[in-house]
C-alpha cells in the first residue's frame, strides 16, 4: 500500500508541478529555468570542490604514511645493528638468553605457586566471630570467677615475699 501511495503522490506532484509550469508565462519559465541551472552548476561546482579536498587529503594521507614507513624501517635497521653488534660482543646468541630468561621466569612462578599452596584461604564468617567473642566474654568471666575463688580459699598461713604480697585483710599493714 505505501509504495502505492508513494508512486501516486509522486504522479500527481509531477502533475500540479507540470500544470503550474505551463501556466506561467515565458519570463517566469526563464527565470525558474535560470535558477535550477545556477543550482545544478552550484553543486557540480561543490562537487569538484570535494573531490579536490578528497584528493589532497588522500595525497596527504600517503605522505605521511609513506614517513612512516620510512621511519619504521630505519628504526628497524638500526635495531637490527644493534642487535648485530651486541651478538658479535657477547657471542651469545638471543635464543639463549631468551630461554634463560624464560627459565628464571619459570622458576620464579613456580616458588609463587608453592608459596599460595602453603598459605590457607581466609575466610570470614561472621557468626564463627561472634560465637569466639561470646566464649571469650564467658571464659573471661569464668576465669574471673575462679580467680576469685581461689583467693577466698587460700590459707591465711601463706608465705608471700614483701614485693608481691597483698593483704588479705584489709586490717593487716604491709611494710
Known amino acids: 500500500m505505501s509504495k502505492k501511495g508513494f ?7 509531477g502533475a500540479a ?5 505551463m501556466k506561467m508565462d515565458d519570463d517566469k519559465k526563464a527565470t525558474l529555468k535560470a535558477k535550477a541551472q545556477q543550482g545544478i552548476a552550484d553543486f557540480k561546482d561543490r562537487a ?3 573531490a579536490f579536498y578528497a584528493a589532497d587529503a588522500s595525497e596527504d594521507f ?3 604514511a609513506g614517513q612512516q614507513y620510512e621511519d619504521a ?3 628497524v635497521a638500526d635495531f637490527a645493528d644493534q642487535y648485530q653488534a651486541a651478538k658479535q660482543e657477547t657471542g651469545a646468541s638471543f635464543g639463549s638468553s631468551l630461554d634463560q630468561a624464560t627459565d628464571s621466569l619459570r622458576s620464579e612462578l613456580t616458588k609463587v605457586e608453592d608459596d599460595e599452596a602453603n598459605d590457607p584461604d581466609i575466610v570470614i564468617d561472621g557468626g564463627a566471630a561472634y560465637q569466639d567473642a561470646a566464649q ?15 583467693a577466698t580459699d587460700a590459707p591465711a598461713s601463706v608465705d608471700t615475699t614483701a614485693d608481691d604480697a597483698q593483704p588479705t585483710d584489709d586490717t ?3 611494710k
Do not use: F, N
Request: hydrophobic share 40%; aromatic share 2%.
Open 48 to 50: 569538484i570542490d570535494y
Open 73 to 75: 624501517k630505519r628504526k
Open 136 to 150: 571469650a566474654t564467658t571464659s573471661a568471666a569464668t576465669d574471673a570467677t575462679e580467680t576469685a575463688e581461689k
Open 17 to 21: 508541478i507540470a500544470t503550474a509550469v
Open 7 to 13: 508512486l501516486l503522490g509522486v504522479v500527481l506532484g
Open 172 to 174: 593487716t599493714p604491709t
Open 62 to 64: 600517503k605522505a605521511e
